[in-house]
C-alpha cells in the first residue's frame, strides 16, 4: 500500500540524513516518525503516538512544540545524536497541495547556536584536523562567537603535541581525515572526555579549497597568510564545507582567520594545565578552587571568555606583556574610574552571540533590545576610557566604535517590549512606518468597535449575558445562552449550535470582521517584513559589532586583575627577558583563598648559575604547593595579571612543564610507572633553556634503586643537556649529595619541628636537604592506629641497627656518585653513528637485511637496559 503524500515527503527527506533525528515540522509542532520518534519519546521523555502513514501500520509518532524546540535540541545533542531541522518553506494557508519542506539547518556537538545552552563564560569549539605523515593543520572555531584559530605542525613525530594542541580548546566536537583518525589512544580520550569525533574529507582538489577559503573571507591567500601551509589550507576548507553543509547559511559572522605559530604563545600541555589547575579544580572539576576561580571577576560573557583564553595561551612579548601590567596598574591606582567601567559593563548582553543569531537568522525582537541596552552604555566606557594614559587602554580608546547608528536603528524601529516570537507582531515601534501606524490604528479602533457593538446589541436585545467572541474556526460571533434564545431577534444568523448556546454573526459584525482581521494579518506580515529588513542593516555592520565586543572583554579582563590584585594584595610583576626567576614572599594564589589557615610565604631566586632546586622533606610538608605556587606566579605575570608576592622579576619562560601526582592511564593500558616516565621523557625531548619544569617524585612508581637511579639520571640529563629551571621534589635524600658534584644543584628542605614524637610543619622553604623524611610521624598524623605506628617504629630501628642493610645502601649511595645514568646518552649515541655511518649504497639486498636485523637488536638492548 502506497503511503500518504506527506509521508512520502517526509521519506524522501529522510533518506538525505539518515544519521540524524529529522524534526519535521508540522503546523505549530516538531514531529518524529518511525525510528527516530521512538529514541526521542525515550531519550526526551515524550509520548510516543501514531499516525495514519497509508499503510497497514500507524507510523510511530513523537513531536514537541516548536517554540521549546531549542530545549528539546540540546537535549538530544548533549546525549550524542545529530539532529536536522526541516521546516515548512512555504505559507500552509497559501499553499496550494503539499506544502514544501526542506532541512535548514543540522546541530551537532560543535554547531549548536542556542546561547542558553551552554556555559556563558565557555567557548565551544570546532576543531577540523587534517594530518599529512608528520604534518598537521589544526583549526578550531566557535560558531556562536565568530573566533575562529589556526596552526601547522610541521614534522611532527610527537602526537602528544598535537594531542595537547588540539585539548586546549575543550572541543565539544572533532572532525578529521581518516589519518589522523588513525591514532586510537587519544581519539577513545576525546569520546571519553565527551567529544564528538567524525571522519570528514571533502573531496575537492586544493585550488578548490583554497577558492573556498578565499571566498569566505573574501581575501586571497597570501593576505590570508595560507598560500604556503597547505595542511592548515586543508583543515579549513573541511571546516567551511562542513559549516555549510550544517548551517545552509552564509558564515558571515566567521571573518577573521587568526594563525599563530606552536612558538607564538608560553607551551602549556595538558598535563600542566591539569596539574597546576588553572581552568578547574582537580578535585570537584568546577571553576572553584582553579586560578580562573581566583582571577575572574568579570562581569560579561565575553570577558568570561577571553580571560580563559588568555590563561591558555601565556605571552612571550616582554613589551605585549608590559602594556596589559601597566593598563592594570592605572586601573588598579583609579578606583573611582575603574568602579565607573564595571558599572557599564555590567549591563552589557553578550554582543558576540547576539552577533551570530543575527548572521543564523535566529535573533527574535527581545535579542535586538538586548543589543540596544547594551550599546547605550558605549558613549559612556569610551568617556572613561579617555580619561587613561596606559598605551593598552589609548589604544582600545581611540578604536573603540560607540555603534551609535546601530543604537538609533533600533530604538527607533523596535518596541521597547515587543513578542519574542515574529509572527504574532506587536514588534514594530510606533512612528517608524506610517502603514504600520495606519494598520495598528485600524486593528485597535476595530476592537473598541466590537466592544462598542457588544454593548448596543445587549440593549436592543435585553439580553444581559450576550457577548461577542473570537476564534480562528468561525471568527467573529455573537454567543446567546439556551435561556434566551427566545429573545434572539430575526436579523440574527445561526452559526453554530453548542450544548447550553447558541452562535450568531449579522451583517455588521461582518463587515467589522473583515475590516479588523485584514488589518491585524496585514499588520502582522508588514512587521516581519520590516524586522527582516533592520535585521539585514544591522547585519551588514557585523564587523563593527564584533571588534567592539572584543574591546570590551578585554577591557573586562584588565579590570578583573585590578579587582583581584586590590582584595588579595598582589603586586606588579618586573618581566624581561632574563633568565632568571626572583620572587620575594611569594603565594600559592588559589591555596591563600581556600584555606583557613594563614599561608606562609616563600621566596625563591633561580637562574643560569643556580637552575635546580632539589627539595626535600616529609609529604604534606608543602613541597608540591611551593612549585605550583613559582609555576603560577610566573604564568600570571605572563598573562599580564599581577602576583601575589611582595617582589617578582620574571624571566619571560617558553615553557612551563609538571610531573605531578601519580595516576594509571587506564585507557592505553598503562601502569603509574609507565604514565609517569611517559610524561618525563615528553618533558626532556620537549623542553628548552627558556623552560620551567617541575618535577615531583620522580621515580617512585618502582623500585628505590631502580627509582633513585632513573631521578638522579634525570637531573643529570637536564643539568648537561636542557639547562632549564627546575624545581625537583624527591623523597630520595641520597639525591642532595649531588649539590657538591654538580654545578648550578642547589638542595633547599621545608624546615619541620619536631616535638618528641610529633612534627609541625613550618611551611618554609630554607637552604639544605632533609635528613629524613618524618614518613612514621606523618603516618600518625593522617590517623593510622597507634599499634601500626609503634610497630612502624621498631621496624624502622630494626632496619637501622641492621649493619648489613646499612652498608649496602650506604655503597648504593656512593656508587650513584659514579654512576653516569643517561636515559639517553652513551648507549643512545652509539646506535645513532652506526646509522650515520653506514654505507648503504654498497649493501648487497642481504647485506641491508642483516644489517636492520642488528640494528633492531640494539635498539631492543637499548629499551629494555635503559628505560
Known sequence: MAVTPMMEQYLKIKEKYKDAILFFRLGDFYEMFYEDAEIAAKELEIALTGRDAGTEERAPMAGVPYHAADFYIDKLIKKGYKVAICEQLEDPAKAKGLVKRDVVRIYTPGTIINPESMDEKTNNYLVSVFKGRDNYGICAVDVTTGDLYATELKNCKDIKRVYDEITKYAPSEIIANEDFLKNNKYIKIFKNNNCAVNIYEKQLDYEEKIKLIETQFNKKSEELGIKDKPYMANSLAALFSYLQELQKTALKHINKLLIYEDNSYMGLDSNAIKNLEILESNRNKSKKGSLLGVLDKTVTPMGGRLLKKWLEEPLLSKEHIDARLEAVEELFNDYKNRQDLKQFLNKIYDLERLASKIVYQSINPKDFISIKLSLQNLPYIKEILEKFNSRLLKEICEKFDTLQDIYELIDKSIKDDPSTQLKEGNIIKGGYNEIVDKLRKASTEGKNWIANLEAEEREKTGIKNLRIGYNKVFGYYIEVTKSNIPQVPERYIRKQTLANAERYVTPELKEIEETILGAEEKLIELEYQLFNEIREKVELQIVRIQNTAKYIATIDVLISFAEVAETNRYIKPIVDYSDRIVIKEGRHPVIETISDESFVANDIDIGPENPIMIITGPNMAGKSTYMRQVALIVLMAQIGSFVPASYAKIG???????????????????????????????????????????????????????????????????????????????????????????????????????????????????????????????????????????????????????????????????????????????????????????????????????????????AISLRSGVL
Request: glycine residues 6%; hydrophobic residues 40%; negative net charge.
Open 652 to 858: 619571560i619562560v617558553d615553557k612551563i612543564f609538571t610531573r605531578v601526582g601519580a595516576s594509571d592511564d587506564i585507557f592505553a593500558g598503562q601502569s603509574t610507572f609507565m604514565v609517569e616516565m611517559s610524561e618525563v621523557a615528553n618533558i626532556l625531548k620537549s623542553a628548552t633553556s627558556k623552560s620551567l619544569i617541575i618535577l615531583d617524585e620522580v621515580g617512585r612508581g618502582t623500585s628505590t634503586y631502580d627509582g633513585m637511579s632513573i631521578a638522579h639520571a634525570v637531573i643529570e640529563y637536564i643539568h648537561e643537556k636542557i639547562k632549564a629551571k627546575t624545581l625537583f621534589a624527591t623523597h630520595y635524600h641520597e639525591l642532595t649529595k649531588l649539590e657538591g658534584k654538580m654545578k648550578g644543584v642547589r638542595n633547599y628542605n621545608v624546615s619541620v619541628e619536631e616535638r618528641e614524637d610529633d612534627i609541625i610543619f613550618l611551611r618554609k622553604i630554607v637552604p639544605g636537604g632533609a635528613d629524613k623524611s618524618y614518613g612514621i610521624q606523618v603516618s600518625k598524623l593522617a590517623g593510622l592506629p597507634y599499634s601500626i605506628v609503634e610497630r612502624a617504629k621498631e621496624i624502622l630501628n630494626s632496619l637501622e641497627n641492621d649493619k648489613v642493610i646499612k652498608s649496602e645502601l650506604e655503597n648504593a649511595s656512593q656508587q650513584l656518585a659514579f654512576t653516569q645514568i643517561d636515559i639517553f646518552s652513551t648507549a643512545k649515541d652509539s646506535l645513532i653513528d652506526d646509522i650515520a655511518n653506514c654505507d648503504v649504497d654498497n649493501m648487497t639486498p642481504i647485506q641491508a637485511l642483516n644489517y636492520l636485523y642488528e640494528l633492531k637488536e640494539k
